[in-house]
């Protein structure tokens, strides 16, 4: 992130006394990323952040990565397959992953998460993909609806309250921190003219959280870190904050505030960019008209990922240049072979005007890797299916067939 916001409370200057009613001092906690070199906020608690009254067990959490599989083109059909279930983190699987980072499917079964969760070493982005509610952190509450990514930065005691109905969510987690795209920035952190989206499309925490966070018991927080999930409980609630400001926080930003870049000619990719990380992108595929030169082909073109995996999230609508994908499918395209539109497609995007496909794309410039949990949704026909005459299995959403 990269601007300033302020909530609540707070001294008139950093790390100076600031005392609650009954004349004790709050206590200040700075929170942030790269040690004291990147972004920061902090925060003031009624009660020491480090109150540790137990520490529980750890229980392994994390993916199994399968190195040893063939190179070749992927489909994972998520729709209407394994359910995932349970609470937040019982109902992660994670389907892809590398150094960098993973990509996880979410649709949780309870709505309250009983717990607090921090991940240690990751920046989460999680994408609605359908599901209300609202993100709860030390910082405050962010509400979040269809379509919206929520940036947690790494080291954010956070929950999530969702709403009553189905929850369908895409998780990416970032072992480096997430931020908006540099080409898009001025050396002040501003989003530029040219940017697709701007600050007006960024949502910070609205208001703090109030109710028992005074009171004195025990505050389960789990956190991720190095494959495990540890338990610590603490003796105070971590949202017992009256205040905080800076840079560093939790915020949601719809993709459909991602305003489309077009042009005469089918245009790369990069255009596409949401946000950035190390090693690799995030971009959103949104409604927008197709290329306006008189002869121009809509479909992509054929393309060697000689530096990239190519991953696609599939949201809504039809995306032209594939045949039988879901709703919620996977496309993963590895680095050392071509892709490109599947047959028939590129002379049937010929004279169309508009799109409506929605969509999330991740592009690594290191190898990924299938999860053993990603081999139930594998879709044993798709590597082939560039051959002519090639009839897929029908899309088990009536949404991808208008």
């Known amino acids: 992130m990269a601007y300033y916001h ?8 950093r790390h100076t006394q600031f005392r609650q009613p009954d004349g004790t001092l709050y206590a200040e906690q700075l929170v942030g990323t790269l040690g004291f070199h990147g972004v920061s906020s902090l925060l003031y608690h009624q009660h020491p952040p480090t109150e540790i009254q137990k520490v529980g067990t750890p229980e392994p959490y994390s993916p199994k990565l399968l190195k040893d599989r063939p190179l070749e083109p ?37 709505k ?39 940036v947690i930065p790494r080291t954010i005691i956070h929950q999530l309250h969702f709403e009553d109905g189905p929850v369908r969510l895409l998780i990416i987690e970032s072992f480096s921190p997430v931020e908006t795209c540099r080409r898009y920035r001025n050396h002040f952190g501003q989003l530029l003219e040219h940017s697709p989206y701007c600050e007006r499309d960024i949502r910070p925490p609205s208001e703090l959280i109030e109710g028992d966070v005074q009171e004195s018991g025990e505050y389960l927080v789990k956190i991720k ?19 905080w400001d800076g840079y560093f926080y939790p915020y949601a930003t719809s993709i459909h505030d991602f305003e489309p870049i077009t042009g005469r000619l089918h245009q790369p ?78 002379e049937a995007s010929l004279g169309k005007k508009e799109t409506h496909e929605l969509a999330v794309m991740v592009d690594t410039f290191r190898p990924l890797y299938l999860t053993e949990a990603a081999l139930p949704y594998v879709d044993p026909h798709y590597p082939m299916s560039w051959q002519p005459g090639f009839v897929p299995d029908p899309p088990r959403s009536a949404d991808m067939m208008d």
């Open 74 to 110: 992927s489909h994972l059909r998520t729709l209407g397959q394994v359910s995932t279930g349970g609470d937040y983190l019982q109902a992660r699987q994670t389907l892809l992953g590398n150094a960098d980072v993973t990509m996880s499917i979410c649709n949780p079964t309870e």
């Open 269 to 346: 990719p990069p255009v596409h960019q949401h946000f950035e990380a190390n090693n690799f992108v995030i971009c959103s595929f949104v409604p927008r008209l197709f290329d306006y030169h008189p002869l121009s082909i809509p479909a992509p073109y054929n393309h060697s990922n000689v530096d990239s995996d190519e991953v696609l999230y599939y949201v809504a609508g039809n995306f032209m240049s594939r045949k039988g994908v879901d709703l919620a499918s996977f496309t993963w395209h590895p680095s050392g072979i071509p892709h490109g539109p599947h047959p028939g497609t590129v």
């Open 6 to 13: 302020r909530l609540g409370q707070i001294p008139r200057k």
């Open 112 to 150: 309250r998460m009983q717990y607090y969760y921090k991940n240690a070493l990751a920046d989460e982005v999680i994408f609605v993909h359908e599901g209300r509610g609202e993100l709860w952190s030390q910082m405050g509450k962010v509400a979040f609806e269809p379509g919206d990514y929520i």
């Open 225 to 243: 870190k190095e494959g495990q999930l540890h338990h610590l409980t603490y003796g105070h609630s971590p949202f017992d904050v009256v205040g």
